[in-house]
Each structure stands twice: as structure tokens, then as C-alpha cells.
């Protein structure tokens, strides 16, 4: 595997598992000094051993990104670690689930301090440590770029991400940092079981999906290059065009989704 990344230091959140797990694997595998950051230390210091057993460098520190002092902590541990951070990759996020109507407004706050808020207290720690060259990766979704029935919470929770993303590009253009969203559709992780619902009611069908790996790898090439968009499948492109060029019709599809 070729080291494109050596020298860099990556911080990924939501590292413990998932899409988070695989994306510092990959990051590692391609160079890059790792600081694992989540909740779930135990989890974090496993993975920390099996990348440093394979002769790459990684810093396990328990964090949740919805607290300020909890981010700042692990950005200060991560510049005394490794020296400086070049990439940040805001991957820490959970799902909910529920029809708008139902929705409890304590579920939608949890999910936007986690989705939202956490991105931005790690941009905020993050960015007066970043030099030119630095990339941040925002993980949003498919569904932050249309709201599919049952979602809409969450959906508004990536949407909110998008839009710090798109002012956060042109804020830091001339600092020379890229800001890349990526919007995975549905990946084979825990995150479904992870997810916060409204009520206990049956789950409707959802695509087989990508694996974490795959969506890993498309974050390894943002962080190289810096894109501002990363779709990971056709089916996605296609999805995503559709509802825009006949946004009717997906709403008439998409409708059977939310029926009892
Ligand atoms: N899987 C999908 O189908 C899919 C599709 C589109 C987008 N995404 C997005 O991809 C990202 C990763 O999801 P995943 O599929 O890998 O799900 P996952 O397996 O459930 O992983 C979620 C990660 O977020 C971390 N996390 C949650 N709350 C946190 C907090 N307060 N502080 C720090 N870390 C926190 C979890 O770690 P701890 O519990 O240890 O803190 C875990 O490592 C999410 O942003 C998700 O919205 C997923």
C-alpha cells in the first residue's frame, strides 16, 4: 500500500467503531498518525494495538464530541502526542428514527449535539492548530441531502452539518485547509442498532449497503486530495439526481416507505 500519507497526523472521532474504526485503519495503513477518538476507550486502545502491531502509530483518548472541555482535552493530548493535527475527519454521529408528528424534541436535541455540535467543537479546537494543507472531512449522509420518511430528524441533523461545511470552505479557502463532505448511503455497520427511535416499532427496509471499508477508502482519497463532494456509490449519484431533477416523484415513491 502506498504510504501517501506519511508525516500527517489524522484525528478521526467516532473511532471506536463502523465507518470511524475502518477510516483509521486505512488512515494508518496509508502513513498517517492516528488519534482514535470516542467514548468507548476499551474499544479505542484495541485498535490502537492492533495498528501499532502493525508498525503504524496511533493514540487511543476517550472523548465525546458533544463537550467542549472533552474535545479541547483530546486535541491538547493529540498536539502533545504527534505535534501538530493536518486532518480531521467528523465521523461520531448516531441515528434517529421516527415520524416527524411522534418526534420528542429531547431525541432531536440529543442528536443535534452529537451530529452537530460535536463537529463543530472539534472544528473549533482543531482549526487554530491546522496549518496550510489541512483537511477537514465532514461524514454526513444521502439523507442530508433529501429527507426520506421515518428520518427527518436525523436528516435535518445532516443538513445543519452541510450547511457549517459549505461556509466553513470558503472561511478557510485562503488558509489553504479544504472542506470535504462525505455522503455515504447505507453501510453494513452498528449504527442502525445504535440509532435512537422514537417508538419500538417495526423497521422497514432498508438496502444491503456498503461495507465501512469502502466508504473508508473514499475518505483516505479526500483526505489526500481534498474534494468538496464524496459520493460512495452510483446508486447514490443516482438516487441524489433523481430527486433532484423530479423531485415529485421520488416523494410519491418514497411514501410507500413511510406506510404502516
Ligand atoms: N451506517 C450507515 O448506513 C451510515 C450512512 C450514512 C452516514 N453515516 C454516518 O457515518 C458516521 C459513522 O456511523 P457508523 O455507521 O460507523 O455508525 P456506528 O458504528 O454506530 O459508529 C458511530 C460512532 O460514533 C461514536 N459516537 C457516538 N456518539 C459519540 C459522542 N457523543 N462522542 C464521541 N463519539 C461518539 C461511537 O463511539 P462511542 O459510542 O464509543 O462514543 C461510534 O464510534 C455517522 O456520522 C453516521 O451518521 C452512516
Redesign the pocket.
Known sequence: MEKTLTGKVAVV?????????ATARALAEHGASVVL????VE?LEDLECGISALGGRALAVK????DRDSVEAMVERAINEFGTIDILVN?????LSGRVAELRAEDLRYVFE??VV?PLNCIQAVLPRMREGGRIIN????VGKRAIPKVGAYSAS?FALNALSDALRVEVARRGITVTSVY????R???RD?SRRTKDEKRGWRPK?VT?DVVAARIVRAAEKGPRDVYITIKDRLFLTAVTLFPALPARVLGLWSKD
Do not use: Q
Open positions: 472521532t467516532g473511532a471506536s467503531s463502523g465507518i470511524g474504526e477518538a470516542a467514548r468507548a474499544k472523548t465525546d464530541v458533544s465521523n461520531a454521529g448516531l441515528g452529537v451530529n460535536g461524514v454526513s449522509s444521502v445532516k455515504p448511503g447505507t453501510t455497520t452498528a449504527f445504535n449497503g465501512p
